[in-house]
């Protein structure tokens, strides 16, 4: 009996990470490539894809927001975005 109550209060105080439904946003991937951050987002009418880099001489992190329609080759058009940024560093 004290386990089984222990065992409710516990996950009462600490509950289960459950990913919960969004209306817009679905789940999020984000990887980390030589100093280059970029952030996929499945969102309604297609794909966020959000980059952010970092500028060491100025100190500051630069953002930029590219939106993919549906239909489109998501794989294709996230490497032509991370090819253009990596181009502009």
């Given at each position: 009996?004290?386990?089984w109550l222990r065992t409710k209060?516990?996950?009462?105080?600490?509950?289960?990470?459950?990913?919960?439904?969004?209306?817009?946003?679905?789940?999020?991937?984000?990887?980390?490539?030589?100093?280059?951050?970029?952030t996929v987002m499945?969102?309604?009418?297609?794909?966020?894809?959000?980059?952010?880099?970092?500028?060491?001489?100025?100190?500051?992190?630069?953002?930029?927001?590219?939106?993919?329609?549906?239909?489109?080759?998501?794989?294709?058009?996230?490497?032509?975005?991370?090819?253009?940024?990596?181009?502009?560093?």
């Amino acid at each position: 009996m004290m386990n089984w109550l222990r065992t409710k209060l516990h996950n009462f105080i600490f509950p289960q990470d459950i990913p919960m439904p969004s209306d817009r946003v679905m789940e999020k991937h984000e990887a980390d490539i030589e100093g280059l951050r970029f952030t996929v987002m499945p969102a309604r009418g297609g794909t966020i894809v959000q980059l952010r880099s970092y500028d060491s001489k100025r100190d500051q992190h630069d953002y930029a927001t590219y939106v993919i329609p549906d239909g489109e080759d998501i794989a294709q058009e996230v490497g032509r975005i991370v090819s253009m940024e990596l181009m502009k560093a």
